[in-house]
C-alpha cells in the first residue's frame, strides 16, 4: 500500500517463475514488457530569490502534466512547507507539459535556504502536504533567515555582520520599513533608510551614504524608537531594484531602534517640579537615565549643563510594560533659566567609553528625546545695597516678562518661606493685603526686553544677605512654591536692628554695634524712643551724640568680611528710660539708635537711613483679677482691678489673645472710648478708682465659652500714659465654667430672597428668668453680614425680631420666632459672601454681640421644568446652586384660592407631613433633578414647594415656593391627515407633546357598539359605594383600565399602528393604519395612546366608542411585468388604486394563511406604473405554479393583505414552458458560435407577436446578476441614482438589444428568430459561455428580460500556441530560438510572429507576414517597430485537424538585445502571435499575445588573453601594474542580451592587490598586487547569473613574486658582503638592485620609489661590486644585474652578489645600519616603461670592530710526506721554505683572510 516513489522513466518488467529462488536480480530473467513511472527526474537543482516570482523551466521527468503540482518541503511527504512561498508553497502554474513551473504571480518572501521539490501526480487530489512523497531535489532559495533580530541606538552607528541566510552576497541591501515593500524608509536612517551594500559575503550591513563602503554614519539623534521591519533585497548586477520601498518585500525580521519614539517639548518654570517627558518608545528600560545640555549642543558629544541638577544626570521611571518612562527634576534642579535639550540614554554602553557601566558617560547619551525650555533667571547674581537707601535689581534670563515676580527672603530661609520683612516694596503689598508668604514685587512695566527684568525694591530696613526668589509669570505667584527660581543675592550693608544695648546711667556709653559690612566712615545718632531717624535730631543726655567710628576702625568676625563690629563711644549717659514692662529684646522700649553707612559726611538727618536697635538707659495699676461674685450672664463678667492710686476713672479691655493690633507696646489710646474691632469687651469703674481693689462690669462685644482664656489690661484716666501690664501679653482671666455660649439655629438651614424662616436660640444665661426679668430685656435682631451688629442700636424696632419663650428638647429655656420671617437680602449688596447674621442684645446697656452662626444665602432657586404630562413619567429639573438632597411638593391654584391664599404672597405650601400625606412629596437630587414619578392630577396650574435640604424636615421647617408650572396631556389632538386614506389605509395626524411611541388602533365597528356597553357598565360597577369625586375618581380609573385592555386584544381589530416621536418633536405625527381585510363600511373608529401614558392608561379619546374617521376611494389590484410568464420566470408587480406605493411591497403566497404569516421583510418592492419611464428593478419574484396569490404591504408597519388581480383572479402563466432556441451556422445546426460568423438564433415558445426583444451577455455576469439578465439595484437606498436597464445592455451586454422577428414559417415549432451579424460575433471571446435574454414586449413600461435556453461557447480556429515541451537537457526557448507547440482546428497553414514587448493591438495578418510595408496603404501605424521583432516563422502547413505540430521561430540577434529586462526571479518573455490562413482573425486578438518565458544560454567556453595574446600563466611582480587580462569567448556574441549574462568567480581568492571582475571576468590591479604568492592553479567561472545549473569554466596558473630583495651574507670591518635574489615577471623584468643603507637612528624612510633617494645609472657599474655614493648619513649603492630577457618561466629565481666597502660609504664600528631594498627595470606590459619596486623586507647589520693583528699559535696536521718534500736535511733548505709558502697559500684561500696575518713558522715531522 506504500506510494512510488521512484523517479519517472520506462523501466523493464522482469519475471520470475514460482520455484526459482527470485532473491536477486540474476533470477529475474524474462522480459515482460516496460513499466512506465510517471513522475519526475530524481536530483534536479532549481533557484529561486526571494522576492521575486519563484518559476523555472526544465523541469524533467516522464509524462508530466500541467495539471501536476509541485510543493516545496524541508523532507517530502511531511507537513512542514516553506513558509511565504505563495499559495501555501503549492505551485500554481505548470506549462510545457509541466516542465514549466511557477509559483507566480505573486511573489515569494521566503526565507533561504535548501529545500526539497516535492512533487505530486494529477491523479491525486494533491490538497495535503503528505500527499508530495516523491523527491525531485533541491530548491535553492536565496533569501536571508526569518525573525532575524538586531538592535540600534539613535545618534550612534547601525551596523552589525551577523545577518543569516542563504546564498547572501556583497550587494544586498537592507531597508528599515515599518512593513516591508510598504511606506516611506524610517527617519533618521541615513540614506533613506537604505543601508549600504552588504560586505563579508551577504553578512554585513550598515547605513551610510549608500555606496559600497563599509564606513558607516550615525543615525539621527532624532530616529524615533520603535520596532522596525529588516526588509531585504538581493543584489542584482545592472538592475536598479534597491533603490525604492519597493524593492524590500522580504521581511527577515526586527529592527529594533532602542529610545523613545518621538520627541516630547518641555516647557516648565524656574524653580518648580519639571516633568521630563513621558516618552513611549522601544526597549525602554528602568536603567535608562537622561542628560540636560544646552540647547546649542550635540547629544552623545556634550556634557551635562551645570544649571540643571547640577549636571547629574537623572533616572527614569516607566510603566509595568516599560513602553513609557519619563523623569522629574525637583524644584531645587531647576533654579535657573534657559533653553536646553535632554538626551535620553537607552542603558547603552559606549564601547570605546572609559568604563563598563551603561549611561555614565556623555557618549552614551545619544538620543535627542526633547527640547526643554526652563522660564526664568540665569545663573546666580550678586546685587549691592544699603540698609535704608532705595535698592534697584535687574536680573537677566531666559524668557522674561513684566508679569513676572520676585521675593526676597533672608539668605539662610527657603523660598517658600515667609517674605523678608523690612523690603519696602514688599511691605507695600502686605499692607495691601497680600499673603505674608507671596507679598511678591514685580517688575518694572514698559520694557521690551525677555532676558531682563528690572525692579525697584526700596530702601530694606534691615542688613544681611536677601535670596531672590523668582516667579515666572506661567505660574499664579500666589502660592509659596511658586518662588522656586533663584536669581542671585542682594547684599545688604547695613547696622543689625535687633539688638538692644544697655547703659548706666552717669557712666560712659561704649556701643559695640553689630552689623553687616560696616565700614569705618559710618556714624550713629540716638534720638527718643519712637522717634524717626530721618527727621528727628539727636536726643541730649549723652556726651556725644551722634558719634563716629571709634578710631575709624571695622572688626570683621568671619573670613568672607561681612559680619562686621564697629564701636562707638558716646561718652556719659545722664538722661535713663522707663524699665518696667520692657522685654530684654524689646527695641521698641527704650532709645532709638539710628545709622548713617557712610553716605555723604553723615551731617544730615536724611542721611541715617536706619534703625541699629534699641538703647536703654536705666529707671505701677498692680493687677487685675476676677470678680466671682459678680451676677454672670452670656453677655457679660465682672473684674477687680488692683490700683496703686486714687482717682481717675479704670478702664478695661478684654481680648481673646495677646495685643499683636496695637504695634510695639500698649496704648492706652486703642481703648479709651470703647471695645475695638478684635476686642472681647470693655468696661469701667461706676466712678472714681480707689486705691486697692475697685469692680468693674466687663460688658461683652463677643460671646466667651466657659473656660475660655480672656487677656485684660486696664489703665487709670490719670495716667493715660501707662497700661497695666504694660505688655502685649494682658493678664489672663478664665471664664467661669457657669458660662453659657447662645446658639441660634435656622429653619431651614439656608435661604434665598424672599424665603420663609424660622429662628431658635438656645443656652442663654441671663441673671434672671421668667419673662419679667433678664428675658424681657433681650432683643434679637438680623443683619447681612455686608452691615455687620457693630452698628446696630438696641432702640431700632424695626430690626426687632418677635421672639417668644419656649423649651427644647430637653426641657431647656430657649427663644423661638413667633411667626415666620422674611429674608430681604437687599442690603448684601451683590456680594456673594453675604450671609444673614443674628445680632444679639442682653439689655439696654450692653453691646450688640453678632452670633457666629449665620444663616447661609444661596441663589434663589429656579424651577426649569415649564410643562408635566398626565398619566407620564414626569421630572422636576431645577437650576439650584447648593449641592444637597432635598423635596418638592405642589398644589394647584384651584387649591391656594379655595382656602383664600394669594400667589406671591405669604406662605401658600402645605406643611411637609401634610405634602406626603397626599402623596405629593417627591425626592430632589443634589443637581437639582427630582426622582421621576408618575403624575396623575387634572391638567391646569400648579405652584412648586421647595426643601433644599431633606434633614430640615426633621426640624419642621417650612416648604417655599419656587415658581409655577403646567399639567398637560401627552396626545392633545387626532385627526384626518393631509396625506390622504384610502380603502385599505387609514392616515391621521397625531399632536404628540413627548418623544417615544404612539400606538393607534383601529375596530370593527359592529364589535366596538357591543363593547362600549361593557366597559361602561363595567367602570359603574367598579364605582359603587362611592361619592362625589371619589366616585368619579374610580369610575373614570375601571372604564380607562378596561377599554386599555380590550383595545390591546385581537377582538375586532382591523389595523394597528406604532409611530414615533422623535425627539426634536414637530407639531404632528402621521399614523399609518393598514387595514388587515377590505371593509364594507365607509368609516371606522380609532384610539391612540403615547407609550410614555400607557401604564397610566391615559387613551385619546377616552369614550369606548372611539373617534370615526372615514375610508374613501376603491380596492387595490395587482399587475405583473412583463405579461408574458412561464414557470420560473422573473417578474416585478406594480399596483393599482394605491395612491402611494413607493413603500408597498409583496410576496407570493399559495393561501390567505400564509400571507398572515408573513413579514414585510420576506417581501418583494412593488414598481410604478409610469409610462415613458422605466423603474429601478430593487428584486424580482420568481414564478411558482404553487404559489399565484399576492400578499400585499402597503408600509412598512402594514399588517399583511391578500389582494388579486384585475378580474378578482390570482396570477396567470402564458405557458407551461421555458422557451428556447437553437443555433444555425451557414444553415447547419452548431454546438459552438464561431467568431467573425454570422449565426441565427431560432426562438421556440415565445410571445406570438414581434415587440420581443433579445440581448446576450457572459455567463459569468448573467451569475454575477444573481441569476439574472439585469441586476437589481437591491432594497437598501442607494448614495447615488442606481443604472437603469438601458444602460446596463449598453455597457454589459456583449451583443446589444435585437428585435425577434416572426419566422416566415415555423421550424419544428420554432417561430421567432434572432439575427446576430459578423460585428455581433467578432467581438465574443474565446472559450465563454453567453446567455440569451429576453422579454415578450418592448412596450411593458419596465422590461423583465429573462434567460432562455442554455449557454452557447464561443470557439476559434487556432485552439493551442504555447511553448514547446523539450527533451531534458535542451533549452524550449532561448535568445538564440524558440520552439512552440500550435494546434488548429482546421487544415490550412500557420504563420506566426515573436516580439520583445506587448503591443498595444494584436498584429494584423500583413505585419506577421512582415509585407505590411507594401500591402497596406502608406499612413499605416505599425503596431512595432522591426527592431522589436525576434523572428516571423510563416506558411508551416497544418496537415491534421486538431493535431499539435511544432513551429520554431530563429531568434534575430540585433533584436534580442532589446528583450525587456524582468524584475529578480522573473524570466524575460517574448510575446507571439499566430494567424490561419482561412481566417482574418489573428490569434490570440489582443495586444499581450501569448507569453513565452526565456531560459538562459549556456556560457560558452571561453580562455584569458594579455595585450591580444592568449595566456594560460599570469607571473606578477608586487607592486607593478598591468594591463587588464581579458576574456575571450568562443562565440563572440555572447552574451547577447542581460539574461545570458554571467558572474566570474575565482577559487581561490585572488591575493590582494589583484581584482576578478565579475561582470565581465577581466583580472587587474587594484591597483597594483601587494601580496606575495607562489605559482597556484586557479579556477574561474562563469555562472549564470540567473540559472545556478549553468556555468562554464577555465583554469589559471597565478603567482606574484618580489623582483629583488637582498640580504647581508658576511660583514667584516673593512666590507659587507650582500646576496640578493632576483625574479622577474610578466610585468616587470629586473636590471640593477639599489640599497638604501641608514643608521637605525635615522628617520624612517617610505617604502615606495618616490620617496627612494638612490638612484644611478647602474648600468655603468660592476656586476660583482656595489657602487656607492655617500648622501649625509646615509649611503646608496647599486649592482647592475643584466639585460637578460625574459624567456617565458618566470618561476627561476636568479641570485646576485655583490661587495660593499665599509670606507666607501664611511660605515662607522659599533654602528647598527638598516638596509632598504629596491630592484629596477622594465614594464614588458606597458612599452618596457621604466619601473622600480622597493621591498618591503629589511635587514639590519652592525659593522664590527677592527682589532689589531695578534699571533695564534696553533699546530695542524697536513697530509704530506714530509721526508719527499720538506725535509732540509734530505731536500735542501729552500725545501723547507717552499713547504712553508704552500701551506700559508693553501691557508688564505680556505679562510678568506690576508696573507699577511699568517704565518708558519715551523715543518716537523710526527
Known sequence: DLPVTAPGGIYSMCWCPTGSPCQSPENFQVDTGNLTIIGPYFGQQKTCVSSQVCSFDGYGGQSLLISDRLTILDTCGTSLTLPRLPNKAISTMHAAQGSSISWGPVRATSPGGQYRMCWCAASSQCNSPKEYVVDSGSLHMIGPRLFQLQ??????????????????????????????????????????AISNAAAKDGLQYGWGDGSDSVSYHRLN???????????????????????????FRVDAGALIVKGPSKQVNLFCAAGQTCRLGPWNGARLSLADK????????????????????????????????????????????????????????VSYLDVNGTDELPCSEKTEYTVWASSLQVRGPFGTQEFACVVGVSCDISVVGFMLTTQDKIKLVRKSDPCNGAPALGVPAQEVLLSSGQSSQTNAVSPLPNINNNSQTDFELGGIAASGDYKVCYCSSVLSCENTYDFGGIAGTVMVTGADATSVYVCRRSSVCTISLRGWRLGPNDRLKVIAEGGNCARDPPTFGFGTNPIWVDGRVTTFTDSTNTTSINTFILGIASVGTQEEGCDPNDVTCGYTLCYCPGIGDCSLNSQYTHTAGALRVTESIRGISEDTGYRLSSYSLGLLVDSAYPGGIIRCVAKPGPATDWGLYPDSSYFSFGPGSADLGWGTTPGEAVAGLNKVSLHLSRFVRAGQIIRTWCYLSDSSAYVYPPDLEGIQIQVSQSMRMPQASFHPSRGWHSILFRIDIK???????????????????TAMSTETCRFMAYHMDDRVLAMTEAKDNFGNMMLTTQTLANLDTTMCNDDPACTLVVCFFGGPQEYPIQMDQTFPIIGKPAL?????????????????????????????????????????????????????????NVALLPDGRSDTFALDEPTGTYFLCMLDDFMDAATASPLNNIGSF??????????????????????????????????????????????SNEILAEAAAASTGYQGASAAQYYALAQRTALMAWLQTNDGTLAESSVTVPAAVPPNVTAVLVLTQVVETTEVPVWCWHTATQDAKIILPSDPNGMFFPLPGQAPYAHTLPSFLWPGAAFVVYIENVADSTQSRVLLVNNSAACERSSYEQAVPVVQNMSGKEQDIKAYLIANPSKRMYCFFELPSSLPLPIKAPGDRDIEFAQS?????????????????????????????????????????????????????????????????????????????????????????????????????????RGLSIGTAYVLCYVGSRLDTTRVFNRIGQSVLVQDIITLLEKAKMPSGQDAATSQQINLLLSASLTGTVSCIATTKTLSRAPVPDEIRGDYATTLPSDFVPAFQESEVIGRKLSVPVNVANDNFSLVITANLASAANIQRMPMGVPPEVYTWCRHSQSLVVYPDDGNGIAISLQVLQAPSYSYALAGQAITQVALARNVSFPTILVVWSTPSFPVYYYDEVAFTITPTLPAGLDLSSLTGAIKSDPVPIQ?????????????????????????????????????????????????????????????????????????????????PCRGDASAGSESDFTCTKAGERCCCWLWTGDTASTGNYNDVRLKAGRILNNACGLQQYQRYEVMTMASGINPTLANAPTSVVSDGLFEMTVPQKKEAKPIAFEMKVNINYEATCDPVKNGAEAEQKCKDDMKAELVNLLGAPSDMIQVTGVKPR
Open 151 to 192: 538592535e540600534c541606538y539613535p545618534g550612534t552607528v547601525c551596523s552589525f555582520d551577523n545577518f543569516l541566510g542563504y546564498g547572501l552576497q556583497n550587494g544586498d541591501r537592507i531597508m528599515a520599513l515599518d512593513k516591508c515593500g510598504e511606506g516611506n524608509g524610517i527617519d533618521g536612517f541615513p540614506n533613506g
Open 221 to 247: 539623534t532624532t530616529t524615533p524608537g520603535g520596532f522596525y521591519r529588516l526588509c531585504w533585497c538581493p543584489f542584482a548586477s545592472s538592475l536598479d531594484v534597491c533603490t525604492s520601498t519597493i524593492g
Open 290 to 345: 537622561v542628560a540636560v545640555v544646552a540647547e546649542g549642543a550635540t547629544c552623545g558629544e556634550a556634557e551635562s549643563s551645570p544649571l540643571i541638577a547640577a549636571g547629574e544626570h537623572k533616572a527614569v521611571t516607566c510603566n509595568l510594560e516599560l513602553t513609557t518612562c519619563e523623569a522629574s527634576l525637583a524644584s531645587i534642579e531647576t533654579q535657573h533659566g534657559g533653553a536646553f535639550k535632554v538626551c535620553y540614554c
Open 763 to 781: 443656652d442663654l444665661l441671663v441673671p434672671t428668668t421668667g419673662l419679667d426679668g433678664g428675658v424681657a430685656d433681650v432683643r434679637v435682631m
Open 864 to 920: 426649569e421644568t415649564k410643562t408635566l404630562y398626565r398619566g407620564a413619567l414626569n421630572q422636576f429639573r431645577i437650576k439650584k446652586t447648593s449641592q444637597t438632597p432635598g423635596n418638592v411638593s405642589w398644589i394647584s391654584l384651584s387649591e391656594v384660592t379655595s382656602f383664600g391664599g394669594v400667589p406671591g404672597e405669604g406662605q401658600i405650601c402645605p406643611p411637609f407631613a401634610t405634602a406626603t400625606a397626599q402623596g405629593r
Open 966 to 1011: 403646567v399639567v398637560s396631556d401627552v396626545l392633545t389632538n387626532m385627526a384626518q391627515s393631509v396625506y390622504p386614506s384610502t380603502r385599505t389605509t387609514l392616515r391621521l395626524d397625531i399632536a404628540a407633546k413627548l418623544a417615544g411611541i404612539v400606538r393607534c388602533v383601529v375596530k370593527d365597528p359592529q364589535v366596538t357598539a357591543a363593547k
Open 1217 to 1321: 414552458d421555458e422557451p428556447s432556441f437553437s443555433l444555425i451556422v451557414d444553415g447547419v445546426v452548431n454546438k459552438y458560435m464561431n467568431r467573425g460568423l454570422t449565426s441565427n438564433l431560432i426562438l421556440t415558445g415565445v410571445a406570438q407577436l414581434e415587440f420581443g426583444q433579445a440581448f446576450m451577455i457572459t455567463d459569468r455576469v448573467y451569475k454575477e446578476n444573481g441569476g439574472h439578465c439585469t441586476p437589481p439595484v437591491g432594497i437598501k437606498e442607494l448614495a447615488q441614482a442606481p443604472e437603469t436597464v438601458e444602460a446596463f445592455i449598453q455597457r454589459a451586454a456583449a451583443v446589444q438589444l435585437k428585435p425577434v422577428p416572426v419566422l416566415p414559417s415555423p421550424i419544428e415549432g420554432a417561430t421567432h428568430f434572432v439575427t446576430l451579424n459578423e460585428e455581433d460575433t
Open 1572 to 1652: 606575495l604568492t607562489s605559482p597556484g592553479l586557479y579556477n574561474i567561472k562563469a555562472q549564470s547569473k540567473y540559472d545556478v545549473l549553468k556555468a562554464t569554466g577555465a583554469e589559471l596558473t597565478l603567482s606574484v613574486a618580489e623582483p629583488g630583495q637582498c640580504s647581508l651574507s658576511s660583514i667584516k670591518s673593512t666590507e659587507a658582503m650582500l646576496s640578493c635574489a632576483i625574479q622577474d615577471a610578466l610585468n616587470f623584468e629586473v636590471q640593477a638592485v639599489y640599497v638604501l643603507i641608514s643608521p637605525t637612528s635615522a628617520d624612517v624612510v617610505a617604502p615606495d620609489p618616490v620617496s627612494y
